[in-house]
């Protein structure tokens, strides 16, 4: 009989969560609203203790898909990302002693492409690598078919890349400038409107109405993030890098992402050879979207190495 299991991925805006089963067939999802920054981890729990007892009777195991920095395999956070309090505790450990459940842990942008190399955008690439535009900037990294980790699991932690010198003592010097808000404050910055009403929705609607000054934001927008695209590729020589996020549901930001990496290729200056040897990383949208995260939790919990 084909076990099923409980799949959290938490954020910072909601709790998300699913029964799954072994090939990653969602039978149950939903979500509650994530606890508020000074919330204490007793409260957090409080949150989850309903869930896994509506569930408890019918899963083998508890797999969870979270920011912050993270060993994968004892559940030891060093930060929580959104999620503080978690930081400096061991999660699994705390998740297990109070349900008597296995309980394995992920960092989120990981999960993503462990997701997407197991079964989606990414399957078959030996290096390869994710792009999350969230209210930061996350990923994760596949090399020689490995996720990337690193000795003190921060690979992957696009949002901490330096993108300007000159302003490391705020994050404007930081490529987590760029996520998702990074629409509002440009468009609004061009039009004058508030901010607060400037969304990836709004801004796509007004392109499709030939909205020039929109265009214009969209091309500034993908111009930065090729930026990036193009250092990932060059450091690691990557074969796909899979964007998602929210607004990479709209086909337009992949369209625009290509034409502006196309667009600084050709500008390179080392010369017919060497700029012909450059070859950037196939940019593609991540096939999986807002379940990413649950189903590389759930490929951790069945087939990494974790323990309790």
Known sequence: MMKHY??????????????????????????????????TKEEFYRLLDPIVEQYRNEIAGIAVSMPGMLDDRTGYCRTGGSLKFNAGTNVA??????????????????????????????????????????????????LNDRLLVGKDFSAGEYSYICTNDQHTDTFDGFWCRNGHKVIGRKLSAATGEPEESLDGIELFK??????????????????????????????????????????SADPLLIDYLKKALWDMHERLPFGPTENSALIMADVVPCQFRNDANLIGALYHHLYGTWEN
């Open 6 to 39: 409980l799949v959290f991925d938490w954020g910072g805006t909601f709790l998300k969560y699913a029964v799954m089963n072994e090939e990653t067939e969602i039978l149950h999802k939903d979500k509650i609203p994530a606890p508020s920054g000074d919330s």
């Open 93 to 142: 450990k705390e998740m297990f002693e109070r349900w008597q459940l296995p309980v394995s842990v992920e960092n989120d942008g990981k999960a993503a492409v462990l997701a997407e190399h197991w079964k989606g955008a990414l399957q078959g690439c030996h290096d390869c690598a994710v792009l999350i535009i969230g209210t930061g900037i996350g990923g994760g990294i596949i």
């Open 206 to 247: 007004r392109i499709r109405n030939n909205d020039e000054t929109a265009k214009q934001v969209l091309r500034e927008i993908a111009a930065d993030y090729a930026v990036q695209i193009y250092n990932l590729s060059i450091l690691l020589n990557l074969e796909k890098i899979a964007v998602g996020g929210g607004i």
